[in-house]
């Protein structure tokens, strides 16, 4: 199984700043992805993070709100742009090889004043 | 369209007793589904999962789930509930086009009552 970090586990910003979340995982993994979830919700998928081209990004979500790079097959950000109270959300990141179970990284909780 | 459904937000169980979390999926073709669960401040820990094969599936701290393709169900189970059960359980299955992405159930939360 991958081991997953992010940083930072929580942070408070200001509307109209960006804050950039940092995703590491322990093996190389062919597949990483971005969800945001709200305390005890469901998670909802921002994007698949692709190594060497642009992610792949679903409804609802842009590039300029939120950019994602993947330089390499352990290592993902994500970047919450232009942040308004509406952004505050917890957000995982998660790892899969190949077509079975995800792993994922115990999250950042971004409060947003 | 492809989804999962978990009917009940919360179930309630007494330990000892036996606990089912339900969860039907709709997708075409051969369902890969998953379980997964949340402890509080904490991220997703994968649980199993059914690819193929046994109907009956094993996975950590003494979980089963049954998938039943006439029933399109895969509900988690377990024979005695502990207090440490107590947690946010979600269901998963994948995508068969596209990025092959999972989409989540909306989750049960399970509460194991001492």
């Known amino acids: 199984s991958a081991v997953i970090s992010q940083k930072p586990s929580r942070d408070i910003c200001q509307r109209g700043t960006s804050l950039t979340i940092q995703c590491q995982v322990d093996?190389?993994?062919?597949?990483m992805f971005w969800y945001r979830q709200q305390p005890g919700q469901s998670l909802t998928l921002i994007a698949t993070?692709?190594?060497?081209?642009?992610?792949?990004?679903e409804s609802g979500f842009v590039i300029d709100k939120f950019p994602i790079s993947r330089p390499n097959l352990t290592f993902s950000t994500l970047t919450v742009s232009n942040m308004s109270p509406e952004d505050s959300s917890i957000y995982l990141c998660?790892?899969?090889?190949?077509?079975?179970?995800?792993?994922f990284g115990p999250g950042t909780r971004l409060t947003v004043t | 369209a492809q989804s999962v459904a978990q009917p009940e937000d919360q179930v309630k169980v007494a330990e000892g007793n036996p606990l089912t979390v339900k969860c039907t999926y709709s997708?075409?073709?051969?369902?890969?589904l998953f379980w997964y669960v949340q402890y509080p401040n904490r991220g997703l820990q994968f649980l199993l999962k059914?690819?193929?094969?046994?109907?009956l599936v094993k996975g950590s701290y003494g979980f089963e789930a049954e998938f039943n393709k006439s029933q399109t169900s895969f509900h988690l189970k377990k024979p005695s509930a502990l207090v440490s059960d107590s947690a946010l359980y979600f269901c998963?299955?994948?995508?068969?086009?596209?990025?092959?992405?999972?989409?989540f159930g909306t989750g049960t939360r399970l509460k194991v009552l001492a």
């Open positions: 993070a692709n190594q060497g081209s642009e992610a792949t990004y």
């Open positions: 998660s790892a899969r090889e190949g077509s079975y179970e995800q792993y």
């Open positions: 093996s190389q993994v062919t597949m």
């Open positions: 997708v075409s073709g051969n369902p890969y």
């Open positions: 998963a299955v994948r995508s068969t086009s596209g990025t092959y992405k999972y989409i």
């Open positions: 059914y690819i193929t094969g046994d109907n």
